[in-house]
């Protein structure tokens, strides 16, 4: 079965332009989430999604944001870029039925590299 | 809020000597730890969880990690590293309040070399 698929692979975009990363999660998987990894800060989650309903926010400005359409699938966008923007963005589904399983995993997908010009 | 602490940046090991990763987590309540693995190029892979029971937890590729409650603590440990296992490698963690959402440590890069 397919993982969890991003594109695009990478972006180039210059300060002040909007991006929307793309997720497709595995076949099945209702929950999506997006993570944020630099080298300064690590990973760090950004929001989860379920059912097309934004569940839980990291602390991020209100220039991120995204979306989760009823097949799952899952945007993120971020508007007005900056540099310090740039960043590996990691998407994660899992096989989520609504409330946290106790044994719940996340699956990731390969990331979208976002360079901020 | 949770935190997670990893205090080894940059391993260098070479091949067969053991590894041990250290991870701390602050969260005080019941909680969900993870180690992942991430392969030069690759996306980040389940190495292992503890959920609850035996605090000894074995994972893929013959790594295992200790729980210990008293200690905060989550440490991986392999008996012998092969040249394969260069990646960065992270501990998480996961509160019990429902959220999904995983509060990860800054990372170890570990360096295998023949």
């Known amino acids: 079965k397919a993982g969890v698929t991003q594109t695009p692979r990478y972006l180039i975009k210059t300060r002040g332009q909007q991006v929307t990363l793309s997720c497709s999660p595995i076949?099945?998987?209702?929950?999506v989430s997006w993570y944020q990894q630099t080298p300064g800060q690590g990973l760090q989650f950004l929001f989860e999604?379920?059912?097309?309903?934004?569940?839980n926010k990291g602390n991020f400005p209100g220039r991120f944001s995204g979306r989760q359409f009823s097949n799952s699938r899952s945007e993120m966008n971020v508007s007005t870029l900056e540099l310090g923007d740039s960043a590996l963005y990691l998407c994660a589904s899992s096989l989520a039925s609504g409330r946290l399983a106790t044994n719940e995993k996340l699956f990731f997908g390969s990331g979208t590299q976002l360079s901020v010009l | 809020a949770q935190s997670v602490s990893q205090h080894n940046h940059h391993v260098i090991l070479s091949e067969a000597a053991s590894l041990e990763l250290g991870c701390n987590y602050s969260y005080g309540g019941t909680v969900n730890l993870f180690w992942y693995v991430q392969y030069p190029g690759q996306h980040l892979q389940l190495l292992l969880k503890?959920?609850?029971?035996?605090?000894l937890v074995k994972g893929i590729k013959g790594f295992e990690a200790e729980f210990i409650k008293s200690k905060f603590s989550f440490n991986l440990r392999k008996p012998s590293v092969q040249w394969s296992d260069t990646a960065e490698y992270f501990c998480a963690s996961r509160d019990n309040t429902g959220r999904r959402a995983l509060t990860f440590g800054s990372g170890t890069r570990l360096q295998v070399q023949p």
């Open positions: 503890y959920f609850s029971g035996d605090p």
């Open positions: 999604y379920f059912s097309e309903t934004q569940r």
């Open positions: 076949s099945g998987h209702r929950s």
